[in-house]
């Protein structure tokens, strides 16, 4: 399985501001993924992250919210931009090989707490 | 269509015994079913999976059972121990193809507790 890490692990931050999120994988993947887990909840997909090209949203997901870049296959960042309390989750970034029914794999997850 | 109901919320359980989570779907796309286990700080964990042309895949203590014809899919844990206590989550993925290839719907979650 990939080793996924993600950086920071865990922030609080102030209202109106910005985090960014790294997510480093430790092979190249194709497929990259950004989910959000609210407190006691179920993962969300965000957005998928695509090499090269603008990342594919989910509905209900901004860029200008949540803009994601990925500039190689082994890296992604996703920002959380103005952000409010109800921000206030874990984000979770998850790789996926190429092949048909390739196992998708989860990072540690960065918690997020918006004051 | 793109739902997962999970079920049961919570379940608590005896050392020993045998717990049991159930998954149901809509969407005919779905072809492969994963199970993850979570515990409290830390991200999902694949646990095991299935894809809709087998009834049953037991990895260890952990077995999935599956039935296409109502789209329903189980979990169970044999002999649970302590140490499965966790979040346990089913999710589905469409299959290749377009802008969905590679999306997991996960279900609402289970909160396995097991006693000593």
């Known amino acids: 399985s990939a080793v996924i890490s993600q950086k920071p692990s865990r922030d609080i931050c102030q209202r109106g501001t910005s985090l960014t999120i790294q997510c480093q994988v430790d092979s190249q993947v194709t497929m990259m993924f950004w989910y959000r887990q609210q407190p006691g909840q179920s993962l969300t997909l965000i957005a998928t992250?695509?090499?090269?090209?603008?990342?594919?949203?989910e509905s209900g997901f901004v860029i200008d919210k949540f803009p994601i870049s990925r500039p190689n296959l082994t890296f992604s960042t996703l920002t959380v931009s103005n952000m409010s309390p109800e921000d206030s989750s874990i984000y979770l970034c998850s790789v996926e090989g190429r092949h048909r029914y390739n196992e998708q794999f989860f990072g540690p997850g960065t918690r997020l707490t918006v004051l | 269509q793109q739902q997962v109901k999970q079920s049961p919320q919570s379940l608590i359980v005896q050392k020993g015994g045998i717990s049991i989570i159930n998954c149901a779907y809509e969407n005919t796309a779905f072809d492969y079913f994963p199970w993850y286990q979570q515990f409290p700080g830390k991200g999902p964990a694949l646990l095991i999976a299935?894809?809709?042309?087998?009834s049953e895949k037991k990895e260890g203590r952990f077995t999935i059972s599956f039935n296409k014809s109502a789209k329903q899919f189980s979990l169970h844990i044999m002999d649970s121990q302590p140490g499965d206590s966790a979040t346990y989550f089913c999710a589905a993925r469409r299959s290749p193809g377009g802008t969905s290839y590679g999306k997991l719907t996960f279900g609402q979650g289970t909160i396995l507790t097991v006693h000593p």
């Open positions: 299935i894809r809709p042309d087998v």
């Open positions: 992250a695509n090499q090269g090209s603008e990342a594919t949203y």
